[in-house]
């Protein structure tokens, strides 16, 4: 399994960036996939799930109305696009495969840093 985030970056508060997810290595459309946060001295942080064909998705209330999950199974694919940022969404983004109870997948994070 193999999980390649990309899209981060530094962006002004109010701004928008888009994440993306490669996934290989596994069913990716028989699966749900997630979007988690850790930031500096806090604990990572579910931010958004979505459902295998995409068709339920589920968020943090932090970020509701302003993030939005997304996938393409024909590319094995994952994406959360993030609008009207805040300094506090400032973290590094993980996308992860929750293969079972037991064994979970990650991605190797990238930072996104919300500053003016």
């Known amino acids: 399994v193999q999980l390649v985030e990309s899209g981060g970056g530094l962006v002004q508060p109010g701004g928008s960036l888009r994440l993306s997810c490669a996934a290989s290595?596994?069913?990716?459309?028989?699966?749900?996939m997630n979007w988690y946060r850790q930031a500096p001295g806090k604990e990572r942080e579910l931010v958004a799930a979505?459902?295998?064909?995409?068709?339920?998705?589920n968020y943090a209330d932090s970020v509701k109305g302003r993030f939005t999950i997304s996938r393409d199974n024909a590319k094995n694919s994952v994406y959360l696009q993030m609008n009207s940022l805040r300094p506090e969404d400032t973290a590094v983004y993980y996308c992860?495969?929750?293969?079972?109870?037991?064994?979970?997948?990650w991605g190797q994070g990238t930072q996104v840093t919300v500053s003016s």
């Open positions: 992860n495969y929750p293969k079972s109870a037991r064994v979970n997948y």
């Open positions: 290595g596994f069913t990716f459309s028989s699966n749900i």
């Open positions: 979505i459902s295998s064909a995409g068709g339920t998705t």
